[in-house]
């Protein structure tokens, strides 16, 4: 990997982390000012942290950029997008199975991710909530992922665009709940850009938080416990159990393009330089303070 590249890298790194920085500052002087008693009622200050946060891509990039952002590279069949709600339908039964097994270990050290878990599922109890939910949340990460720095990475691989833009999605939820299915779900909407385009991934992970989440649950409302439990498990074991076998497909016709040799100063570039071990700190750091102690 030349110099230059490096240079080019971490550049891009260093912007990743400024919106990082830029959206929590935001929250935390919006909190002071709109909803100081109440963080969790209202949506608002993250509509100002998601602004900051765009605000510092449109900076970072150049006009021409700016118009190829939406461009749309060949257009999804329905069969396609039904393999899309089957991936998703797996990720979210990866979840929680994933939810479960950290709770489990994290309760040998007499911790719990209880309110990790519940900050990350469930419908939205406000209306600016699920704006920010559903819609802005979607909308800010899309540009900042897969649309800034997976754009960005792909000058050194497809492949490793892809992972290693998951690989940030995931560790910047800074919830150690979250952050598994987060990878999981990163992996899907970075394959979507790159062969469709960026408005696809930004449509998929829209339906993923409104529907999936925020309208099942609320559907699920409606019913008792364990009749909520049934319908849930008939609707998400369905949708797994396509995204298994169309994951099986996937598996079958790209593996040899999955397993291409590696370079591997690029991963050393990507993973050992100041912005990157500055971004895992600050999230590690959330994840850490996110735990409680186990009653």
Request: include cysteine.
């Amino acid at each position: 990997m030349e110099k230059t590249e490096r240079k080019d890298l971490k550049k891009t790194l260093w912007v990743g982390l400024s919106c990082l920085i830029a959206f929590n500052i935001a929250i935390l002087q919006a909190l002071s000012i709109l909803n100081p008693e109440n963080p969790d009622e209202s949506g608002v200050p993250y509509f100002f942290a998601v602004a900051a946060e765009l605000f510092i891509i449109f900076v970072a990039t150049n006009k021409k950029t700016q118009r190829q952002l939406f461009d749309v590279y060949r257009q999804p069949t329905a069969h396609k997008i039904f393999q899309w709600v089957c991936f998703l339908g797996l990720t979210q039964i990866i979840f929680s199975y994933n939810s479960t097994l950290i709770e489990m270990l994290l309760n040998f050290f007499h911790l719990s991710a209880q309110n990790q878990e519940e900050s990350a599922t469930g419908a939205n109890e406000t209306l600016s909530m699920f704006i920010y939910g559903s819609f802005l949340a979607p909308f800010g990460e899309e540009i900042l992922f897969r649309g800034f720095l997976l754009q960005n990475f792909k000058r050194y691989g497809v492949r490793f665009a892809i992972i290693f833009s998951a690989i940030l999605f995931g560790i910047y939820h800074g919830n150690i709940v979250q952050t598994p299915f987060a990878f999981i779900l990163g992996l899907l909407l970075g394959y979507i850009t790159v062969s469709y385009g960026l408005k696809y991934a930004i449509a998929v992970h829209i339906f993923n938080n409104m529907v999936l989440a925020d309208f099942l649950d609320r559907f699920l409302q409606l019913f008792s416990e364990n009749t909520a439990t049934t319908i849930s498990t008939i609707i998400m074991g369905s949708l797994a159990l396509g995204g298994l076998y169309y994951l099986y497909r996937f598996w079958h016709t790209q593996r040899q393009k999955l397993f291409a040799p590696i370079d591997y100063s690029v991963i050393r570039s990507a993973l050992f330089n100041l912005p990157f071990m500055i971004l895992l700190v600050i999230c590690l750091l959330e994840m850490l303070a996110g735990l409680t102690p186990l009653h």
